[in-house]
């Protein structure tokens, strides 16, 4: 399985961002899809994570209210609408698929990861 994400950049705070990420390969095992975020210096935490349907989600506290997770047709895609910036989302954001544990906020629980893509929220 092989994953792609796109869409990270530079925006001011109160912008907006959609974060993509495409899947490719083997994605018949795939039961969730999230998205994490590592910071410099800090250790990757999760922030959004998706059932293949879409239709269970979860979002971490700091994010809840301002960021969406939607999963596209076929688990082809998926996506992060990011609304309400804050300075403090600013961080290299991985998208992550997994077999098994749905609903996981340990990124030793998720089985592939995309490259990262970028995103910096200016004050």
């Known amino acids: 399985v092989q994953l792609q994400a796109c869409g990270g950049g530079l925006v001011q705070a109160g912008g907006s961002l959609r974060l993509s990420c495409t899947i490719s390969?083997?994605?018949?095992?795939?039961?969730?899809m999230g998205w994490f975020r590592q910071a410099p210096g800090k250790e990757r935490e999760f922030v959004a994570g998706?059932?293949?349907?879409?239709?269970?989600?979860d979002y971490s506290d700091a994010v809840k209210g301002r960021f969406t997770i939607s999963v596209g047709n076929a688990k082809t895609t998926m996506y992060l609408q990011m609304n309400s910036l804050e300075p403090a989302d600013t961080a290299v954001y991985y998208c992550?698929?997994?077999?098994?544990?749905?609903?996981?906020?340990?990124?030793?629980?998720?089985?592939?990861w995309g490259q990262g893509t970028e995103v910096t929220v200016s004050s």
């Open positions: 992550t698929v997994t077999s098994t544990n749905w609903g996981s906020r340990r990124p030793r629980d998720y089985d592939y």
């Open positions: 390969g083997r994605t018949r095992s795939i039961s969730g």
């Open positions: 998706a059932t293949v349907s879409g239709r269970s989600t």
